[in-house]
Every structure is written in structure tokens, then in C-alpha cells.
């Protein structure tokens, strides 16, 4: 199987990533992911956040807008094209907003944005968000078909216009959807968190990006209590419309989660499961996310 991880902050890997060079950190993000068997990756590259938590490295341009900029995964992409892909960002107030989508997308290895405000998935507390001022921004997209990933928890209801809106356009849902740290909340609240997220199954351009379980499950690895709930949200969408990803960078920390995941624990809680038929597993594990980004490789 071609097993593709949906989200790899690959820039952080190693444990001097800081002060290494890229080339470093990319030949240590290959002997990663073949130690467990991944074969490609989409790069959702940061180094911090500025004050407006915007993801470095980046700046403003000279008309106000936020630019990021990509040089690992540039690299990476350039090195591995047939390895890696990235993710990257486009200020919805851009002056320049179509032509800098068409910009980004004519990147190598640029498969689409993400739409990200902090850690809270705090762009749908953006007024502009709630009040149509994202609609440039996803009709540029959806014009030259560049998918958008979009942290809007935990009002996945604010993405509802937006996907009526934009039928042609794929919205991926980051992270299952759901807030986090569920620890303190009995089974029964925790997984009532995924309600929300299966009723959005009902629209054709909605995907789910299924990560951080190890944030979600009562149980640690491999997270059986979770895993009647994984079912019912695959049987609501369709494994063709759930990619797996394991933002291994950030699972493998402590403080959000009661049991930290190393690399072979995000995939293999999957890989292993017998609650998912072979051909389901291949698309959770590669063609699902291969297909929505049209990644040929």
C-alpha cells in the first residue's frame, strides 16, 4: 500500500530542527517516514507564529498582506516530487487575491491552502468569516480547483454557507473536526463532539482530515474505545472522503493529550485495525488524499 500522510509539519523534525539546515531536516523527515512505512507526505511548513498568528517564516508585502514563505517545502518538493507536496497560506484580504492564488498554485508541489488561525481554529471567529468575507478567497480557489484545508472548529456550522456556496470546491475539515482536550470529558460527551462533523457528510465538497485520535480517546494505543466512532464517521462520508494524516510533530507532545503518539502509533492504530476493510484502508491511507489534491505520483 502507498501510505500517504495528510499532515506533516516536516520542517520540525529532528531534534535540533532549529538551528539545522534544511537539507538536515529533510534527509531526517525521510528516515522518518520510511522507518514506519510512509511513503509521501503533505508539508504543512511552520516555524512559529507572529503576533497575529499568522504561521512563520512570512511577511507583510507593501499593499498590508501577509505573505508566507515556503523554503522547505520548496525543497522538499524539488528533492522528493514524487514524496512530498505543501500546503500553504492566502490572506483573504489580499489586494491582489486572485493573482496571488494563481501565484502560489503555479508553485512545484503547491497542492493547495489552508485557512488557519491559531490554535483554537479561531477563523471562524473572524467577523469577516461569519459575514461572507471569505467568498473571494474560495471563489479564486475554486476557480483553478486549489482544495482548501480549514481548522473551524468547534463551529463547523460557520463552513455550511461557504459549502453550499462553493459546490465545486473541496473543503477539507482539519483535525476530525472536534475540540480538544477531551480528558476531562465522560465517553459519552467526547464522542458526541463527532456529531457535528458526520452532519456535514450531507455536502459532496466536504472532506474530513482524520488526525490526533491520541487527543480524542479515552483509551490509549490503539484507542479501541474510539474506533466504533471512527466507524460510524467513515460509514457517514465514505472512506473516499476521509484522509488520514498524523501531524506526527504534534501528536508526539505532551500537555494535549493523556497519550502522546510516536509516528508508528498514528499510523498503525489504523493500519492494524480489522474494524476496516482493505480497500477502505486504501483509500484512508493515500488515494483519497492523492485524488482531491490530483497528486499523480
Not at 109 to 119: E, K, L, P, S, T
Not at 181 to 190: G, I, K, L
Not at 262 to 277: E, I, M, Q, T
Amino acid at each position: 500500500m502507498n501510505i500517504v500522510d495528510g499532515q506533516l509539519h516536516a520542517n520540525q523534525i529532528g531534534p535540533h530542527w532549529q538551528t539545522a539546515d534544511l537539507e538536515t531536516t529533510l534527509n531526517a523527515t525521510v528516515v522518518a517516514m520510511d522507518a514506519v512505512g510512509v511513503h509521501a507526505a503533505v508539508l504543512d511548513e511552520f516555524t512559529g507564529l507572529d503576533d497575529n498568528y499568522h504561521m512563520l517564516p512570512g511577511s507583510y508585502h507593501a499593499n498590508g498582506a501577509w505573505r508566507p514563505e515556503r523554503p522547505f517545502s520548496e525543497l522538499a518538493a524539488a528533492t522528493y516530487p514524487d514524496r512530498f507536496v505543501w500546503l500553504t497560506r492566502v490572506d483573504p484580504h489580499d489586494p491582489d487575491l486572485e493573482e496571488q492564488v494563481a501565484r502560489v498554485h503555479a508553485k512545484p508541489g503547491c497542492a493547495g491552502i489552508r485557512v488557519h488561525a491559531g490554535f483554537d481554529g479561531g477563523v471562524w471567529r473572524d467577523p469577516s468569516f461569519l459575514q461572507g468575507g471569505y467568498n473571494d478567497l474560495f471563489a479564486a480557489c475554486e476557480a483553478r480547483q486549489v482544495p482548501v484545508f480549514i481548522m473551524i472548529t468547534p463551529r463547523l456550522d460557520t463552513l455550511e454557507p461557504y459549502l453550499k456556496r462553493f459546490p465545486e470546491l473541496p473543503f477539507i475539515i482539519d483535525h476530525i473536526g472536534v475540540s480538544w482536550p477531551a480528558a476531562d470529558a465522560s465517553p459519552t460527551e467526547r464522542y458526541a463532539r463527532l456529531d457535528p462533523v458526520r452532519a456535514l457528510s450531507q455536502y459532496g465538497n466536504a472532506y474530513l482530515k482524520w488526525s490526533h485520535v491520541e487527543r480524542l480517546a479515552a483509551e490509549p494505543y490503539p484507542y479501541p474505545d474510539l474506533m466504533p466512532h471512527f466507524r460510524k464517521v467513515v460509514d457517514a462520508f465514505g472512506a473516499e472522503r476521509i484522509l488520514w494524516a498524523s501531524d506526527h510533530t504534534q501528536a508526539v507532545k505532551s500537555g494535549l493529550s493523556p497519550h502522546p503518539a510516536p509516528y508508528s502509533h498514528s499510523l498503525h492504530y489504523l493500519l492494524d485495525s480489522d474494524v476496516f476493510s482493505a480497500a477502505e484502508k486504501e483509500w484512508l491511507l493515500g488515494r483519497t488524499v492523492r485524488t482531491v489534491l490530483n497528486w499523480q505520483h
